[in-house]
């Protein structure tokens, strides 16, 4: 199961994601809920860096993706980077909505 977990501050806005696990839809390299997830989280990282030059912290491992929004970034960067990652969290919704036995969606307050 692929669990996803994604922090907000108190005004709502993403901090934070953290995305683990295989589904287990299919064997490797075959499984397209492991596909959506990973090539829906790894687009938002492009979004982050390369369209709002936002230095993010990530990491990416076989099965882990953990991604840091910095706390210091300006209003106008904020007002880029919340639609890229709103919009990572409706996909990733949808995702579930088709396939929740494969993935878990947590929203927490940090």
């Known amino acids: 199961m692929i669990k ?3 922090r907000r ?3 709502s806005d993403i901090v934070e994601f953290d995305v683990r696990g295989h589904a287990g839809f299919s064997q490797h390299g075959q499984d397209i ?3 959506a997830v990973s090539v829906l989280t790894q687009t ?3 979004g982050i860096h390369e369209y709002a030059k936002v230095e993010s912290e ?3 491992s076989d099965g882990k993706l953990q991604c ?3 706390f ?3 209003s106008d960067k904020r007002n880029i980077i919340n639609p890229i990652l709103e919009t990572m969290v409706l996909g990733l ?3 579930k909505e088709e396939y929740s036995s494969y993935i878990k969606i947590k929203e927490e307050e940090v």
Do not use: G, H, Q
């Open 33 to 35: 809920v492991c596909a």
């Open 9 to 11: 501050n108190f005004e």
């Open 4 to 6: 996803i977990v994604i």
């Open 93 to 95: 919704k949808n995702i």
């Open 58 to 60: 990530y990491k990416i």
């Open 68 to 70: 840091k929004i910095p």
């Open 44 to 46: 938002v990282l492009i």
């Open 72 to 74: 210091d970034i300006s």
